[in-house]
């Protein structure tokens, strides 16, 4: 299993960024996979999750501005990130479900796409 | 959400002994608890889920236990790379929910 993210950078307040995650290693269409991030120096945070048929959740702190989506063809995985906040600074990794019933358990993890919201 | 309230927040070991860390659910979880291991620099790797199965490839060395709210990961023998920041994570409702980490390190 290997996931590999991209697309982070630096940007500044109230712009947007869009994050990829590669798949591979795996039937990448048949799991839901998950966004987290930290903060630095800072704990976990769990940020969305979209599942196999492509339905979403999210953290409260992103709803309305991150958007969660899937390209199975592609075997690849996308976090939209609109009107950016300082507090949105962070590692971001994308990590797969585990699979039923543990959906909300991650089982492998990228190296992370770090995001730099700053003026 | 779920509140995860993890302690301690460091401790200090050495080679060989046996360590403890707890997680404290805000409310009763149903053992629906998995650890992390979190190198610096690394991303986090699953060690535990479901309170105490112990994930593919993880060393037995590591224990998971608890209950309701209580719960705990047990490290017997300590080596050397198990030097790391270790997470508990709710999956039993969503939000899944993390606790604020331990920070292991060895003497």
């Known amino acids: 299993v290997q996931l590999v993210e991209s697309g982070g950078g630096l940007v500044q307040p109230g712009k947007s960024l869009k994050l990829s995650c590669s798949a591979s290693?795996?039937?990448?269409?048949?799991?839901?996979m998950h966004w987290i991030r930290q903060a630095p120096g800072k704990g976990l945070d769990w940020v969305a999750y979209?599942?196999?048929?492509?339905?979403?959740v999210y953290a409260d702190a992103v709803k309305g501005r991150f958007t969660i989506s899937r390209d199975n063809a592609k075997n690849t995985l996308y976090l939209q990130l609109n009107s950016l906040k300082s507090e949105d600074t962070a590692i971001y990794y994308c990590?797969?479900?585990?699979?039923?019933?543990?959906?909300?358990?991650?089982?492998?993890w990228g190296q992370g796409a770090s995001v730099t919201v700053s003026s | 959400d779920i509140q995860m309230t993890q302690s301690p927040a460091s401790l200090s070991a050495s080679l060989g002994e046996t360590v403890s860390i707890e997680c404290l659910a805000s409310?009763?979880?149903?053992?629906?608890l998995a650890w992390y291991q979190q190198k610096p620099g690394k991303s986090p790797q699953l060690l535990i889920y479901?309170?105490?199965s112990l994930q593919d490839g993880v060393p037995s060395r590591f224990s998971g236990s608890g209950s309701g709210t209580q719960y705990s990961l047990k490290i017997n023998s300590l080596e050397s790379e198990d030097a790391a920041t270790y997470f508990c994570?709710?999956?039993?409702?969503?939000?899944?929910?993390f606790g604020g980490g331990t920070k292991l390190e060895l003497k």
């Open positions: 479901y309170a105490s």
């Open positions: 994570l709710q999956d039993s409702e969503y939000p899944p929910t």
């Open positions: 979209i599942s196999s048929s492509s339905g979403t």
């Open positions: 290693g795996f039937t990448f269409s048949s799991y839901g």
């Open positions: 990590a797969r479900a585990r699979g039923y019933p543990y959906y909300y358990v991650m089982d492998a």
């Open positions: 409310e009763d979880i149903y053992n629906n």
